[in-house]
Nanobody, 115 residues
Framework: QVQLVESGGGLVQPGGSLRLSCVAS????????MGWYRQAPGNQRELVAA???????NYADFVKGRFTISRDNAKNTVYLQMNSLKPEDTAAYYC?????????WGQGTQVTVSS
């Protein structure tokens, strides 16, 4: 089992920044890909960004140039730095980790972008 706990969400004005963190615990050995999805009310969950254990990253087009994903393997933590936030970025953000063909999820953290 892998447990994932997110933090860092909140309310921010348009153009502002937030940094999300996700700490993994449990059987974290060989957790390869970690990343973030988001889900707004009435919408499907969509991939935001992902990073492999080796540092290879992947981003959704709608966050390229604004969001940066990073990973600290020593701390078993993945980060999502979100800059130039827009109202349409408002959603619940979920951390995930893939291990041995199983995807584990965090409980989610709410990001609200509003003036």
């Amino acid at each position: 089992q892998v447990q994932l706990v997110e933090s860092g969400g909140g309310l921010v004005q348009p153009g502002g920044s937030l940094r999300l963190s996700c700490v993994a615990s449990g059987s974290i050995f060989s957790v390869n890909v970690m990343g973030w999805y988001r889900q707004a009310p009435g919408n499907q969950r969509e991939l935001v960004a992902a990073v492999t254990r080796g540092g290879t990253t992947n981003y959704a087009d709608f966050v390229k140039g604004r969001f940066t994903i990073s990973r600290d393997n020593a701390k078993n933590t993945v980060y999502l730095q979100m800059n130039s936030l827009k109202p349409e970025d408002t959603a619940a953000y979920y951390c995930y980790g893939d291990r041995s063909g199983i995807r584990y999820w965090g409980q989610g953290t709410q990001v609200t972008v509003s003036s």
